[in-house]
């Protein structure tokens, strides 16, 4: 189990996370293409509720997709091909 002081430390790095990537998708929106994002998740491997590798995915690519960015996502590695499609 989790202690307090590892909770804040971890909401604090997925608060800063989302700073940056709103504040890339704000920069990046005032080009004509819109940021291409790859996000990579794995098999659910925790209990319930602990790394939920599939939920971060499908919330993760519908954050950023209303945002104006181009999301693709998989549980596994990205192919070359979908590397070639991607900024980040």
Known sequence: MLNSHTLKVMKANLLTLILLFSSWIGLHGQNDQPLRVFIRAGAKTHGP???DHPRFLADWAKLLTERGAQV?????FPTPQQ???TDV
């Open 49 to 51: 509720g602990q790394h």
């Open 72 to 76: 693709d996502g998989a549980m596994n």
């Open 83 to 85: 590397l070639e499609k």
